[in-house]
């Protein structure tokens, strides 16, 4: 809940840059709201989408002691399973999931600058 604010602020800029004229001509193409939607609106502001989301997961493993404060029983989250297995000692586990962020992280910078050289 406390990421969402981050992630609304890349999508708010994304939506008044947009210009609006474009989902009006597919609505007097009769197309349906939703058809309108997702093949007008979606595709303009998916990129303010996909950084909003980026930045919420990156605040919300960087905000490890409001994650810890708000750990409830049988939920765990990732900072906080991180935290328990680094005070247990380094582990396979824990090599694994840091190696799985970073190719992640990777692949993802690589898809998103491949996108924007394309273009």
Known sequence: PFGIPFA??????RLQGMDFDLEEAAR??????WVAFRRVTLPLILPGVFAGA???FVISMDDFITS???NSGGATTL???I???IKQGVSPQLNAISTLIMIVSVVLATVAFLLQRRQ
Request: glycine fraction near 4%; hydrophobic fraction near 60%.
């Open 54 to 56: 980026m930045l919420a």
């Open 83 to 85: 935290f328990s297995l």
């Open 68 to 70: 810890n404060l708000l």
């Open 79 to 81: 900072p906080v399973y």
């Open 8 to 13: 609304f602020l890349p999508i708010r800029a």
């Open 28 to 33: 007097d193409l009769y197309a349906t709201g």
